[in-house]
């Protein structure tokens, strides 16, 4: 191909970029809304699609074998994972996914720096920037995801560690240093340097994190995860990459505020603040000392009969007890006797934003039954029967009554004028935010112990035979 | 130095679209709209597809085809499972 036609062609491949680039702002925009939001997702897809086909004529790219090899393999096991994964697990499939995003950018920045190094080619100084800018946020966006599915997956506890800002202001100013000196002379000993100094601060940035803000912590990975796939695209000088990934960022970030702003925290008190449950403990004997009321699943069947409106607030408890299929059986038990039933979505209940909206839809519970937190908090007086499941910190009155909690001015959903509340539990042992809950102890709560799914299906039995 | 320039005003006014199009997101969808758009972040695929079957040195090409690897499990996966939790919400309407 002579110089003219290799020019036209690139242009028509520009071309096809911006159609995908178009496809994918449709897409997220499709995303945000109920109705179009399968639409969205395939128009997201088909964009990909097309850049993915477009690149393959890309007249850089000489051999195919080992693309051939990568796609097959990475095709194979994404399809295995999003057809085996279950709800509970999406926390985690999430936080899995943002890393490998993060590691593919973190990986094409090293290999340009290492083609580009080793062959003696020129690295202009602004290349070399983007490759540090996306090593650097593509490692970090790596490690913190790791530590992110330990936490999630219970492998790895939240510890606070001692000096904690003062050794991350340390690896700050190293990778500042090292970022300098790899400018100045870009040499592979000082690259890993630079990927060890950013490996430790994925990991000590997500470590502290306690494991309520757990969907604050998910949401800003997906944010770094975009803005990673956007340096790239600043190393390669390609709009596409720059664009694509400049988007997920906007969206990675409006989802951590909404679930900033539902916890009454800023990011940086988020982040920085660690688990501070330590600082003030409150006597869980103080407050439940003589104040539990217990009760069993006939007295709760009892209870329901004849009422009229019942809420039902969910927690992460429930997730882990996989009893959303339970709740709709109870749900089901009990519209059959004219009860409504309606449910308490706190933003931020779960691992995840949004996490129990997809529980409950998969066990096919309609989501206009699903009511936010600041419409059901207005007509709590009319609720007969309130049944938490699984649910502790963000139904604490503390968040209320008590500024020095950990959870203070956090909204929550304020069960106690309902007049009568349920709570199944496995035990009086704190959440996340590790502080006793008053609510327990109120004189309207009747505390059922024992496992999610096990007491669901006793209250099931108990509502049918009556 | 002027290529740097045009890909920041591209950076710039992508994020600005970002935050337009995402303007309010009803708790539903938080959770498909965060693994669609994760999927999204899976067109790092195009920035390793250029390294793993480009005209470097082999090593470059094999941290590439990791990269091709991660990615397409990133935006296959991203893809599917939100597409399976969006159908789930629409089961019962």
Same mark, same amino acid.
């Given at each position: ?19 995908? *680039? ?49 796609? #097959? ?29 993060? *590691?593919?950018? *973190? ?34 966006? /790596?490690? #913190?995801? /790791?530590?992110?599915?330990?936490? /999630? ?48 601060? #994925? ?6 994190? #306690? ?92 209870? /329901? ?22 709740? !709709? ?19 931020? *209940?779960? !691992? ?115 | ?46 920035? +390793? ?16 085809? +990791? +990269? ?26």
């Amino acid at each position: 191909m002579n110089t003219l036609d290799t020019q036209s062609f690139s242009s028509l491949l520009n071309i096809a970029y911006l159609l995908s *680039a178009i496809l994918f702002i449709f897409g997220l925009k499709g995303l945000t809304h109920p109705k179009t939001a399968i639409r969205g997702n395939l128009l997201g897809a088909l964009g990909m699609a097309i850049a993915t086909i477009t690149c393959l004529f890309d007249q850089n790219i000489v051999s195919f074998q080992g693309i051939i090899i990568g796609i #097959g393999i990475g095709t194979l096991i994404g399809i295995i994972c999003a057809v085996k994964i279950q709800m509970t697990g999406m926390p985690q499939l999430v936080a899995t996914f943002n890393g490998l995003g993060g *590691a593919a950018s *973190a990986l094409i920045a090293l290999g340009e720096f290492f083609g580009k190094t080793s062959t003696n080619a020129t690295l202009s100084v602004p290349v070399l920037i983007a490759i540090i800018f996306s090593a650097y946020i593509g490692t970090v966006t /790596l490690w #913190g995801s /790791l530590l992110a599915f330990g936490k /999630l997956q219970g492998l790895v506890r939240d510890r606070n560690i001692p000096g904690l800002p003062v050794i991350n202001l340390l690896l700050t100013i190293g990778v500042l240093v090292l970022g300098t000196m790899l400018v100045i002379t870009p040499t592979t000993s000082i690259m890993l340097a630079l990927i060890g100094a950013a490996t430790l601060i #994925g990991v000590l940035f997500v470590l502290p994190i #306690g494991g309520a803000d757990m969907p604050v912590v998910i949401a800003l990975l997906n944010a770094l995860s975009g803005l990673a796939a956007s340096t790239t695209g600043f190393v390669l000088s390609n709009n596409i990459l720059i664009i694509a990934g400049s988007l997920v960022g906007a969206s990675g970030l409006i989802l951590t505020f909404i679930m900033c702003k539902a916890m009454n925290r800023s990011l940086a008190n988020v982040l920085f603040a660690g688990t501070q449950s330590s600082q003030n403990n409150i006597d869980s004997d103080d407050v439940y000392q003589g104040k539990i009321t217990e009760t069993s699943a006939e007295e709760v069947a009892m209870l /329901l009969d004849g009422v009229q409106q019942v809420l039902i607030v969910p927690g992460y408890g429930l997730a882990v007890a996989q009893a959303q299929h339970n709740v !709709r059986d109870l749900a089901n038990c009990l519209e059959k006797n004219d009860v409504n039933v309606e449910y308490g979505i706190h933003p931020v *209940a779960g !691992r995840m934003p949004g996490h129990m909206n997809v529980l409950l839809a998969e066990a096919d519970i309609p989501y206009e039954k699903l009511i936010e937190m600041d419409t059901i908090n207005t007509r709590m007086e009319a609720v007969d029967v309130a049944i938490i499941i699984g649910a502790n910190d963000v139904v604490n009155p503390f968040a209320n009554t008590d500024p020095n909690s950990p959870i203070a001015g956090m909204p929550i959903i304020d069960v106690s004028k309902a007049r009568t509340i349920v709570v199944i539990k496995r035990s009086l042992s704190p959440g996340f935010a590790g502080i006793p809950n008053p609510l327990f102890a109120a004189d309207n709560t009747l505390m059922f112990f024992g496992d999610g799914k096990k007491a669901l299906v006793e209250l099931v039995a108990a509502v049918k035979d009556q | 130095m002027e290529i740097l320039i045009a890909s920041f005003t591209v950076f710039v006014l992508s994020v600005f679209i970002g935050f337009e199009i995402i303007q309010k997101v009803p708790p539903t969808l938080h959770t498909p709209l965060m693994s669609g758009s994760n999927a999204i972040s899976g067109i790092a695929i195009i920035g +390793a597809l250029l390294v793993s079957g480009g005209n470097y040195t082999p090593w470059s090409n094999y941290l590439g085809i +990791a +990269a091709v690897i991660m990615a397409t499990i990133n935006l296959v996966g991203g893809f599917l499972v939100t597409h399976r939790m969006l159908s789930m919400f629409k089961k019962r309407k």
